[in-house]
């Protein structure tokens, strides 16, 4: 499986970004996505939410309802919303699959909030 992750960036505390993960090498459409942090100094891969192959999904309660994970089937592609972005926010962020290839990380995309 190939992971390739988007969309982070620089941003000040209270702004938005769009992650974005393309993925091939796996039945896409049938595949649970989740997406990960890791925070600065920490090589564990925290969950931050997840998406069934048919929509359903689920978030960290830290969260308050300010992220939203969605995917486009047809593009092979899983999407992280990010509102209201805090400085604990901040870490690089991954999404893996969750079937036969789950563990496996692409480069991952930095967020990075400043207060």
């Known amino acids: 499986v190939q992971l390739v992750e988007s969309g982070g960036g620089l941003v000040q505390a209270g702004g938005s970004l769009r992650l974005s993960c393309v993925v091939s090498?796996?039945?896409?459409?049938?595949?649970?996505m989740g997406w990960y942090r890791q925070v600065p100094g920490k090589q564990a891969h925290e969950l931050v939410a997840s998406i069934s192959a048919v929509g359903v999904t689920a978030y960290v309660d830290s969260l308050e309802g300010r992220f939203t994970i969605s995917r486009d089937n047809t593009k092979n592609t899983v999407y992280l919303q990010m509102n209201n972005l805090k400085v604990e926010d901040t870490g690089v962020y991954h999404c893996?699959?969750?079937?036969?290839?789950?563990?496996?990380w692409g480069q991952g995309t930095v967020v990075a909030v400043s207060s």
């Open positions: 893996t699959p969750w079937d036969k290839d789950f563990g496996s």
């Open positions: 090498g796996t039945n896409f459409s049938f595949a649970p």
